[in-house]
Nanobody, 119 residues
Framework: QVQLVESGGGLVQAGGSLRLSCAASGSIFRINAMGWYRQAPGKQRELVAV???????NYADSVKGRFTISRGNAKNTVYLQMNSLKPEDTAVYYC?????????????WGKGTLVTVSA
């Protein structure tokens, strides 16, 4: 059993910053990658940023230069530093982990944390 727990969402004014955190726990053998996705009302879930076990990162064009994804020292934690937030960044942000356990390897998801950016 693997759990991903997010924290750090909230309400912020445009131009402000927030930092999201996600911690993975459970019967983890290896984490291949962790990332953040978001889903705005009426829209499909989209990739925001991902970081691999080797440290490679990838960002959606809409957040490049404003968001930074990083890992904690324990490698089972991932952060998303969001700066210069815009109202269009408003969404539920989900943590994703590509995780291998002793039983299988699959994508795991957190329950999501709401980020609201006011104009």
């Amino acid at each position: 059993q693997v759990q991903l727990v997010e924290s750090g969402g909230g309400l912020v004014q445009a131009g402000g910053s927030l930092r999201l955190s996600c911690a993975a726990s459970g019967s983890i053998f290896r984490i291949n990658a962790m990332g953040w996705y978001r889903q705005a009302p009426g829209k499909q879930r989209e990739l925001v940023a991902v970081i691999t076990s080797g440290g490679s990162t990838n960002y959606a064009d809409s957040v490049k230069g404003r968001f930074t994804i990083s890992r904690g020292n324990a490698k089972n934690t991932v952060y998303l530093q969001m700066n210069s937030l815009k109202p269009e960044d408003t969404a539920v942000y989900y943590c994703n982990g590509q995780i291998v356990t002793t039983v299988n390897g699959m994508d795991y998801w957190g329950k999501g944390t709401l980020v609201t950016v006011s104009a």
